[in-house]
């Protein structure tokens, strides 16, 4: 099993950005997949889950409003659209994959992990 997550980067303050996390190796559509986020010096943290069919979502305070979470299981990729970016919103973003049927909040319920992608929110 493999997921690449890409598209990090650096932008600017009140700005967008779309995360993507391609998977390979498993069966996409029977996946949770989720996006965690870790800061310099902080806790790596829960960001927003979607559920094999898309058709539950859960997101974190942080990010309620400003992000949104969507998959093509065609292409079997799961995509972040992160708004208005805040300084704080700067960490290196993860993707991982659950054999679940709801969205998992807890790094625990994740089987599988991808590489991480930084994204940088200057002031």
């Known amino acids: 099993v493999q997921l690449q997550a890409s598209g990090g980067g650096l932008v600017q303050a009140g700005g967008s950005l779309r995360l993507s996390c391609a998977a390979s190796?498993?069966?996409?559509?029977?996946?949770?997949v989720g996006w965690f986020r870790q800061a310099p010096g902080k806790e790596r943290e829960f960001v927003a889950a979607?559920?094999?069919?898309?058709?539950?979502?859960s997101y974190a305070y942080s990010v309620q409003g400003r992000a949104t979470i969507s998959r093509d299981n065609a292409k079997n990729t799961v995509y972040l659209q992160m708004n208005s970016l805040k300084p704080e919103d700067t960490a290196v973003y993860y993707c991982?994959?659950?054999?679940?049927?709801?969205?998992?909040?807890?790094?625990?319920?994740?089987?599988?992990w991808g590489q991480g992608t930084q994204v940088t929110v200057s002031s």
């Open positions: 979607i559920t094999g069919s898309g058709g539950m979502k």
């Open positions: 190796g498993l069966t996409f559509s029977s996946y949770v």
């Open positions: 991982a994959a659950a054999a679940r049927i709801v969205p998992g909040r807890a790094e625990y319920e994740y089987e599988y």
